[in-house]
Each structure stands twice: as structure tokens, then as C-alpha cells.
């Protein structure tokens, strides 16, 4: 799986990892665990993410799969 | 409480433990508290700064300490059945069964439904020990002695069908109670005798208190 959340966190006026964290109620460690694509998120911190951010979850988070079809 | 504060909390606990136990060996049993009240204090939700990834590691980690647990036990045996060529006692046999049939009970009875199965296990035992008691002592004194087994576990269940966690405690203590008392007893009984006591009178409990506890509600985050 590939994720753009460090794509969308700069779109939304270049967010840091504390500010997104604390805005979606993670630790920065988790940020940065989903990011680096070490941990994939629940459903609901997904959403929350992706809400958090303006966007959706199938632009935030996407499986390589889908990219090799493309 | 939050987790620094917690983390804190643990320290101190952990010093004064130290140094009461260098006073008195006894005073040991107050590093096991903590092992306790940490999932109390997760249910609960006091310690709230573990997100779910947090909550993830730990589970790994537990996974993890139950894997060197049974290396530990394996090594136990063998120092036993290979070095000093005897049988190990009960309580090997006892700490080698327990926690694998804990797993083990939690899975299925998870895919099947937990609080049914609890309750059906307890009230199954409650039931046993009461008829158990009736038998052997008739309408006597004894009876009532022995129906408390029964009684209490059969109470605990009532509770846990309103309030499920509270229920799950009280089997928890319940069950621990009984070890003791099972242990205090052992006598000259043989160690295989031990450990169906302990099947028949401390499991029951301890496996419906862990289910109920568990799986009710606000453990999940």
C-alpha cells in the first residue's frame, strides 16, 4: 500500500507530523509509522485522516495493485 | 492519569517494591500488582494517550513475552526431566497448561461468542459444585460449607449479565481465591489430583472471568 498522507499534509498549508497527530488524536509516532508504510491505519483513523485532510481515503491511501492496472 | 504520569507511578512502585522485598522476601508478590491493575486502568480508559498503534505494539509485545514464557517453562523441564532426572512438580505442570489453554479457550470462544460461553462455564461449574456438595454431605452444615464453590460462582454470573466487566472481576477473584485455598489444602494428595482439582475449581472461573472482562464494553477503544 502506498500512502500520500506527506503529500496532502504539505497541500493543507505544510502541515507537521505533531500538528496532524494531535489534530486526528495520535502520537507523531504513529504519523510517522504510516507514512514510512510501516503500520496501516484502522478504517477509523482512515477517515479521520483522510477528513482531517480534505480529501479521501482511496487518494490518501493506495494499493499498489491498483497502480500496476494504471 | 495520563501515560507519563502512569509511567511514574510504575517506578516508584517498582523502587519501593525493590526495596520492601530486601526487607522481606514476601513483599515480592508487590511487583505482580501492577501486571494487574494495567488493564484495569486501560479499561477504564484513565491511561488515554495509547492510540491504537501504541495499542497494537503492546499486544505484539505481550505476544512476544508469552513466546520467552514458554522458552522459560521448556527450560524448566528439561533442567527437571534431563539434569536433575525427576519429575517437575505440579506447579511446572500447572504454569506450562494454564496460559496456553487461556489462549487457546479466548480464540475459539471468541469465534464462537464469548459471553455465552462464559456464562454457560461458570453456571455449568456453579451448578456441578452445588449438586457436588448436596451429594456428599446430604442436607448437613458441610453442605452449606461446600455450596459457597457453587453459590458464589453462580452470583458472579448474575452480576456479569448486568454489568459484565464487575461480573468478570469478581470470577477473577473468585478464581484466585479458590487457588488458594486448593494450594493451602494440597496435603499428601498426588500432583495429578492437584491439577484436576484445579481444572475442575479454579479454570471455570478464571477462563469466564477473562472472557467477560475482555470482551466488555469500553475495552476496545
Redesign the interface.
Known amino acids: 500500500m502506498i500512502t500520500k498522507v506527506r503529500y496532502f499534509r504539505f497541500i493543507r498549508g505544510e502541515l507537521s507530523q505533531e500538528q496532524l497527530a494531535n489534530l486526528v488524536?495520535?502520537?507523531r509516532?504513529?504519523i510517522v509509522?504510516i507514512e514510512k508504510g510501516n503500520?496501516s491505519?484502522?478504517v477509523?483513523?482512515a477517515l479521520k485522516l483522510a477528513k482531517t485532510l480534505n480529501t479521501t481515503v482511496e487518494q490518501l491511501f493506495i494499493l499498489e495493485e491498483d497502480i500496476n492496472e494504471k | 492519569m495520563k501515560n507519563k504520569k502512569y509511567i511514574y507511578f510504575l517506578i516508584v512502585w517498582i523502587l519501593i517494591s525493590i526495596f520492601l522485598s530486601l526487607y522481606r522476601q514476601g513483599f515480592i508478590l508487590l511487583f505482580f500488582i501492577p501486571i494487574f491493575i494495567s488493564p484495569f486502568l486501560r479499561a477504564k480508559q484513565i491511561v488515554i494517550?495509547t492510540?491504537?498503534?501504541?495499542l497494537?505494539l503492546e499486544y505484539k509485545s505481550s505476544h512476544f513475552a508469552y513466546l520467552s514464557y514458554y522458552l522459560v517453562v521448556l527450560m524448566l523441564f528439561a533442567d527437571y526431566l534431563l539434569i536433575k532426572q525427576q519429575n517437575p512438580p505440579v506447579q511446572i505442570y500447572l504454569i506450562a497448561i494454564v496460559p496456553g489453554l487461556i489462549k487457546w479457550l479466548y480464540f475459539t470462544a471468541n469465534k464462537i461468542n464469548a459471553v455465552k460461553f462464559a456464562i454457560i462455564l461458570s453456571l455449568v461449574f456453579g451448578i456441578f459444585w452445588l449438586i457436588f456438595a448436596l451429594l456428599s454431605h446430604g442436607i448437613s452444615i458441610g453442605t452449606v460449607y461446600e455450596s459457597v464453590f457453587g453459590l458464589s460462582l453462580i452470583l458472579s454470573v448474575l452480576i456479569g449479565l448486568k454489568f459484565q466487566k464487575v461480573g468478570g472481576v469478581f470470577l477473577l477473584i473468585l478464581s484466585f481465591v479458590f487457588f488458594l485455598l486448593l494450594m493451602k489444602n494440597t496435603g499428601n494428595r498426588n500432583a495429578f489430583t492437584t491439577i484436576i482439582m484445579f481444572f475442575v475449581l479454579t479454570m471455570p472461573p478464571f477462563i469466564s472471568g477473562c472472557l467477560l472482562f475482555m470482551t466488555g464494553k469500553n475495552f476496545e477503544q
Do not use: I, K
Open positions: 488524536g495520535v502520537s509516532q504513529t509509522a503500520y491505519p484502522s477509523w483513523l | 494517550n492510540d491504537e498503534r501504541e497494537f
